[in-house]
Nanobody, 118 residues
Framework: QVQLVESGGGLVQAGESLKLACVAT????????MAWYRQGPGTGREKVAS???????KYSDFVKGRFTISRDNAKNTVYLQMDSLKPEDTAVYYC????????????WGQGTQVTVSS
């Protein structure tokens, strides 16, 4: 089973930036469409951005123009560059396979906490 390890979170002020990384185990990473998800305080998990194995990219409206997703297949890593952070971006961020229905995902990494102060 693939394991996912997220890192790069922290406490920042509004307007600042963070870059998250997610490293996957195994040798099939390049075949997966990947996504970043987040779960804020008292909210459900939602998709933030996705990148296909062919580098097709989609963003949720609430991060469009501020976040950038990328991947490095040689390093089994997917990144999320987050700029112009807002307090409402405060959440635990996770990476996983890109799926239409998040409920299909049964295994998650530990995530990385992002806290944005106003």
């Amino acid at each position: 089973q693939v394991q996912l390890v997220e890192s790069g979170g922290g406490l920042v002020q509004a307007g600042e930036s963070l870059k998250l990384a997610c490293v996957a185990t195994g040798n099939m990473f390049h075949l997966y469409n990947m996504a970043w998800y987040r779960q804020g305080p008292g909210t459900g998990r939602e998709k933030v951005a996705s990148i296909s194995r062919d580098d097709a990219i989609k963003y949720s409206d609430f991060v469009k123009g501020r976040f950038t997703i990328s991947r490095d297949n040689a390093k089994n890593t997917v990144y999320l560059q987050m700029d112009s952070l807002k307090p409402e971006d405060t959440a635990v961020y996770y990476c996983n396979a890109d799926v239409a229905d998040i409920r299909r995902i049964t295994s998650w990494g530990q995530g990385t906490q992002v806290t944005v102060s106003s």
